[in-house]
Structures are given as structure tokens and as C-alpha cells.
């Protein structure tokens, strides 16, 4: 149902966004469409309305009908008041991200998420965020001695760009959902003084929490040290919202590129990247088509010296990495990958030499998580294509590439 008519028939229902659900441990993780939802949630509760508090519901013992990611559904104002009066739900205070924790094992009442929401029509706001739609005046300077680090930070993506010691490009600054604060502000201590030194510019592959965990819990000081924000133009729900909203008051606007993906001829088949630079640079910026699966609408970028490259891919499928961005990379060199998704799903392993590419080094950021990162079949085809395959888990420390 599109958003205008079920506004007009279910004006009371509150409209929220499915983060995460795992149907086989009962787990749901939402959040909320915008401030207005989020204050008729807080108001049912009782609860003072707090905007800076963390907004994201997780839901245990949930035994309810399946749903799906990354998708809009209204909840019934009575199924909240239900959860208010029978003391279901707790609020947490160590999290960034999680601000209420329900436990449904003693819920006897209806479903709970009613009606899926599309978005995609012309009387919707979708959440657009404002920036230059176009990279054609940054450049990096990245002529001295350049090393890539696939930083160890548990069950997300943080990864960085040095030249000649000094931090140039940081793509993605997660890490685990259900890290505490103080796990959060210990993984930025340790970047925050050089950050602000060096003023890296800041690539975010996607709006996924573990993919910018550890910007929310950035200060207002640490967050103004990124020369520049490039990042996807539309964010799925209030935290996202929020975090570019905040980072936007923070940088010049001539420094925050929002990127539109490119629009899909067809629905069907892959969901196809474009260069939106010169491929002949160092850094090269793939901007992604369309698709409802925000991992796989990504932005990516690749590193390349005359001896070495380094794909980043975030949350991409190995195919669009092989037909997209391999080829552009066909010259004799040792070509390096952060694995996509955390060595979860990727789609159909297809990771095809354009001819005179030695497969070097595939490294997974990866941490303690309940699904199953990472997959054997990807880690079993990685190791029949790549000299050497490594994980964060297995690393004292973050891992370095020289280039």
C-alpha cells in the first residue's frame, strides 16, 4: 500500500522500518520511518520524547508471521499499549544504536506488524538527503607511499587509506550492533587525535548500522575533522536520518556529495555499477543501480598502485565486483579483496580473472555473530582463487596491506 492512502486509513498506525530479522532465533530489529513515528511510539510508552536518545526497538522471543528487511510496516497503536501495560518493554541506555528491548515470549495478542508500506510513489518522502550529486571536482592526492588497514572492530566495516602515514580516505566507520558505548568509544579513541590531524575524507557504502556504528558515537569535533562525506542520497530510517542530518551541520555543504543510484532499466538481472570518475585514477568511485537491497546499491571503490589493488567492496555481490570492476583492473599486478557482506551472502561466487590479475590476498571483516559469517562455500571458493585468506578473528591486530 502506498504511503498517502495508508496515512489516510490507518492515520493512528505508527510507521516503522525493519532493520533486521532472523526468523530461526525470533529476533527483530526495527526502526522508525521519521521523529513524528518516533514520538507516537515514545507518547503510547508514557515516555518523554527524546530525540538523541537511540531510537532502534529490538524485539526477542518473537513468534509472529514473517516478514521482511528493509521494508516499511505500520504497527497498531494498541499493540504498543499492550506492551505498556503488560511491562514487555525495557529501556536500554549503554547502546548507540538500541534504545527499547521487548520480549515477546509472553505476548498473546495480534500480529504485530500489519501492513507493509511502499514508499516508492510520487506522494512519499523518501527520506533524500541533500549534498552535491556529483564527484567531478574531488580528487585526492595519493602520490606517496600508499597502505590499505581492514581495521578489526567485531561484526562490521571500518577501513582505511594511509599516505605516507597519514589517514587520506576512511570507507565505512562500523562495527558490531550490539556494542556497548564504551566498546564504541574505545574503537574511536584509538583513530580520533590522527583524524583530526589528518582530515581524511569519509566514504559510506551504504546506510547499514554495522557499516556506521561508530560515527554516531563520534563528537561533534571528531565528526568536522572529515574534510569530506560521500555517501547513497536516501536514508532508510530515523537513525540514518539523524546521523546526516548532524554530520551536515558539521561539514561545509561544498564537502558533502550525496549520490543518487542510477536508475534500472529493468527489474530483473543484475544490479550493475558505474565508474563515476576517470578508471585511469588511483581511486576509482563505482556508483550502483537501484535496488530495494541497500547492500547490493551501494557505492565501492577501488585502490590501485602499478604493483598492487585493493577492492572495497562493503556489502556488494561478488558478481557485480567481477563484471564491474575487475576489468577495469587488467593489468599484471597483485590484486587484493575486503571480502563482501563479512563472507555472508553475496550472491553466486563469481570472481573472474580479466587475464593478468594475480589473486593475492582476500581478508574478511568479520567478528562474533549468530549468522553464520563466514559462510563456508564463499570461504572455500575464495581459497581455491586467492594465495592467502584472512580474517579479522584470526588476526591479533587490524590487518595491514602494503601496496
Same mark, same amino acid.
Given at each position: 500500500?502506498?504511503?498517502?492512502?495508508?496515512?489516510?486509513?490507518?492515520?493512528?498506525?505508527?510507521?516503522?522500518?525493519?532493520?533486521?530479522?532472523?526468523?530461526?532465533?525470533?529476533?527483530?530489529?526495527?526502526?522508525?520511518?521519521?521523529?513524528?513515528?518516533?514520538?507516537?511510539?515514545?507518547?503510547?510508552?508514557?515516555?518523554?520524547?527524546?530525540?538523541?536518545?537511540?531510537?532502534?526497538?529490538?524485539?526477542?522471543?518473537?513468534?509472529?508471521?514473517?516478514?521482511?528487511?528493509?521494508?516499511?510496516?505500520?504497527?497498531?497503536?494498541?499493540?504498543?499499549?499492550?506492551?505498556?501495560?503488560?511491562?514487555?518493554?525495557?529501556?536500554?541506555?549503554?547502546?548507540?544504536?538500541?534504545?527499547?528491548?521487548?520480549?515477546?515470549?509472553?505476548?498473546?495478542?495480534?500480529?504485530?506488524?500489519?501492513?507493509?508500506?511502499?514508499?516508492?510513489?510520487?506522494?512519499?518522502?523518501?527520506?533524500?538527503?541533500?549534498?552535491?550529486?556529483?564527484?567531478?571536482?574531488?580528487?585526492?592526492?595519493?602520490?606517496?607511499?600508499?597502505?590499505?588497514?581492514?581495521?578489526?572492530?567485531?561484526?562490521? &566495516?571500518?577501513?582505511?587509506?594511509?599516505?605516507?602515514?597519514?589517514?587520506?580516505?576512511?570507507?565505512?566507520?562500523?562495527?558490531?550492533?550490539?556494542?556497548?558505548?564504551?566498546?564504541?568509544?574505545?574503537?574511536?579513541?584509538?583513530?580520533?587525535?590522527?583524524?583530526?590531524?589528518?582530515?581524511?575524507?569519509?566514504?559510506?557504502?551504504?546506510?547499514?548500522?554495522?557499516?556506521?556504528?561508530?560515527?554516531?558515537?563520534?563528537?561533534?569535533?571528531?565528526?568536522?575533522?572529515?574534510? &569530506?562525506?560521500?555517501?547513497?542520497?536516501?536514508?532508510?530510517?530515523?537513525?540514518?536520518?539523524?546521523?546526516?542530518?548532524?554530520?551536515?551541520?558539521?561539514?561545509?555543504?561544498?564537502?558533502?556529495?550525496?549520490?543518487?543510484?542510477?536508475?534500472?532499466?529493468?527489474?530483473?538481472?543484475?544490479?550493475?555499477?558505474?565508474?563515476?570518475?576517470?578508471?585511469?585514477?588511483?581511486?576509482?568511485?563505482?556508483?550502483?543501480?537501484?535496488?530495494?537491497?541497500?547492500?547490493?546499491?551501494?557505492?565501492?571503490?577501488?585502490?590501485?598502485?602499478?604493483?598492487?589493488?585493493?577492492?572495497?567492496?562493503?556489502?556488494?555481490?561478488?558478481?557485480?565486483?567481477?563484471?564491474?570492476?575487475?576489468?577495469?583492473?587488467?593489468?599484471?599486478?597483485?590484486? &587484493?579483496?575486503?571480502?563482501?557482506?563479512?563472507?555472508?551472502?553475496?550472491?553466486?561466487?563469481?570472481?573472474?580473472?580479466?587475464?593478468?590479475?594475480?589473486?593475492?590476498?582476500?581478508?574478511?571483516?568479520?567478528?562474533?555473530?549468530?549468522?553464520?559469517?563466514?559462510?563456508?562455500?564463499?570461504?572455500?571458493?575464495?581459497?581455491?582463487?586467492?594465495?592467502?585468506?584472512?580474517?579479522?578473528?584470526?588476526?591479533?591486530?587490524?590487518?595491514?596491506?602494503?601496496?
Amino acid at each position: 500500500m502506498y504511503l498517502k492512502y495508508h496515512k489516510a486509513r490507518f492515520p493512528e498506525d505508527i510507521l516503522i522500518y525493519i532493520e533486521e530479522f532472523n526468523k530461526e532465533d525470533h529476533y527483530v530489529l526495527f526502526d522508525f520511518y521519521d521523529s513524528n513515528e518516533f514520538e507516537a511510539f515514545s507518547s503510547t510508552l508514557d515516555n518523554d520524547y527524546d530525540l538523541n536518545q537511540a531510537t532502534m526497538v529490538r524485539i526477542v522471543n518473537y513468534n509472529k508471521r514473517t516478514i521482511r528487511e528493509n521494508t516499511y510496516y505500520s504497527i497498531k497503536r494498541e499493540t504498543v499499549v499492550y506492551w505498556r501495560e503488560n511491562n514487555l518493554v525495557v529501556q536500554t541506555e549503554d547502546s548507540f544504536l538500541i534504545g527499547f528491548t521487548i520480549d515477546m515470549s509472553e505476548y498473546d495478542f495480534e500480529e504485530v506488524f500489519m501492513h507493509s508500506v511502499s514508499l516508492n510513489d510520487p506522494f512519499s518522502f523518501n527520506h533524500l538527503m541533500y549534498g552535491k550529486r556529483d564527484i567531478e571536482d574531488l580528487d585526492f592526492d595519493l602520490s606517496g607511499k600508499l597502505s590499505v588497514i581492514v581495521r578489526n572492530i567485531g561484526q562490521g &566495516n571500518w577501513n582505511e587509506i594511509l599516505n605516507d602515514d597519514s589517514y587520506s580516505i576512511v570507507y565505512d566507520c562500523g562495527t558490531f550492533m550490539n556494542a556497548k558505548k564504551v566498546d564504541v568509544r574505545a574503537l574511536i579513541n584509538t583513530r580520533s587525535h590522527d583524524y583530526i590531524k589528518d582530515k581524511p575524507s569519509l566514504f559510506l557504502s551504504h546506510w547499514d548500522k554495522d557499516h556506521y556504528h561508530c560515527l554516531i558515537g563520534m563528537t561533534d569535533a571528531e565528526l568536522s575533522s572529515f574534510s &569530506n562525506f560521500i555517501c547513497r542520497d536516501n536514508v532508510p530510517n530515523i537513525t540514518s536520518r539523524k546521523l546526516y542530518s548532524r554530520i551536515r551541520s558539521l561539514i561545509p555543504s561544498n564537502n558533502l556529495y550525496s549520490i543518487p543510484a542510477d536508475t534500472r532499466s529493468s527489474r530483473g538481472g543484475m544490479t550493475f555499477l558505474r565508474p563515476l570518475n576517470n578508471i585511469k585514477k588511483q581511486l576509482v568511485i563505482y556508483n550502483s543501480q537501484y535496488h530495494k537491497d541497500r547492500n547490493i546499491s551501494g557505492i565501492f571503490i577501488s585502490l590501485k598502485t602499478a604493483k598492487s589493488s585493493v577492492i572495497f567492496s562493503g556489502d556488494a555481490h561478488y558478481s557485480q565486483i567481477s563484471q564491474c570492476i575487475l576489468p577495469d583492473l587488467n593489468y599484471k599486478h597483485n590484486h &587484493n579483496l575486503i571480502v563482501p557482506h563479512h563472507g555472508g551472502k553475496g550472491g553466486k561466487y563469481e570472481y573472474n580473472n580479466p587475464g593478468k590479475v594475480f589473486f593475492d590476498n582476500a581478508i574478511i571483516s568479520v567478528g562474533k555473530n549468530k549468522y553464520g559469517h563466514p559462510i563456508p562455500y564463499y570461504v572455500n571458493a575464495l581459497k581455491s582463487d586467492f594465495k592467502v585468506t584472512t580474517t579479522t578473528t584470526s588476526s591479533i591486530g587490524d590487518i595491514i596491506i602494503n601496496l
